[in-house]
């Protein structure tokens, strides 16, 4: 059976507008929409009656279980932009979202609020599983067995989720380290900053960078971790630890989207030795320092996409019944100083 997001990948345009064309609603341009309906012909394409039908008789509540908004820099933020993004194109299908907002990375609030999300009688959930993998196992085991839910930004591997969206954790690691390799020049130590050691992602980005430098001689790497935070005091005993401890220091890399706090700290301490400073995601203070020449590469991960993504995948399972994607693949971004200003305006807008 031909999908929606099969016909969307051939126009080369969004779900959502695939979704505009076939039910004759919104805005699409008269080129797009030609486009569209021809791809549409040319597979055969016959949309779900019954779905249809059921979906103007029915509401639909999709929980979505993610960080506060302020967590991680406001990283969060992009990706609730794309969640918005997608109820507002479904709200012709009964659809509607209801958040449920745990605090940064407290196991406490994760289980409260977790809990609250299970008892709400949702249709579909959208989970960011970013807690230890212990209370995620624990959270994951209560889910019924009749309630479709989709992971994004990180991932459980071996539970019975509907999809994953996101990156390939490792392959970002492996990037990170050859973009830190190819940067740096001589011998010397590369400290790598890693938060929440049973965070399963965070283990496949390190894991991902590390392998990068195996039979590299010349190039030492030495791991600080500590518990996930935005405490400026943390950060610099951490920071303090690693400039006392490496005169040779060439290079930071940072697996969240923290990044700044290396930048802050370096603005200040000015070393005579030039560091290069690599991390994640499109925070404004990451941005900031990154304009500035502090940062030098940022790997984005399109958290907007991801989260519009996460309701398509539950709206096509859910109200379609069509089948859905095991994993839906972010791109690996590779933003500088120099192309910054066009991602924002082209994927970011």
Known sequence: MVKIAEIAKRANVSVGTVDRVIHNRGRVSKE???????IIEELNYKPNILARSLSL???????VLMPKINADNYYWEQAIKGINKAQKELRVHKVSIMYFHYEGYSETSFRN?????????LDGLLIVPTIYKSVDDEFVRKIPANLPYVFFNSNIPSSNYLSYIGQDSYQSGVMAGNLMRTSIHGPGTVAVLTMLHDDYHINKRLKGFETVFESDDEIKIKIYGAQRTEDKLTFEKILNDIFQENEDLVGVFVTTALTYRVAEYIKDYSPKNQIRIIGYDLTNKNVLYLKEG???????????????????????????KEEVDRQIMMPLDIITK??????HRYYLS
């Open 57 to 63: 008789s029915k509401d639909f509540r999709f929980g």
């Open 113 to 121: 609020t977790s809990n609250k999300a299970l008892n709400a009688h």
């Open 32 to 38: 797009t929409e030609k486009k569209v309906r021809q």
């Open 294 to 320: 502090l940062i030098d590469f940022l790997i984005g991960q399109r958290p907007e996409m991801q989260g519009y993504h996460g309701i398509y995948s539950l709206y096509r399972k859910i109200i379609l």
């Open 338 to 343: 120099a192309n910054i200003e066009y991602y």
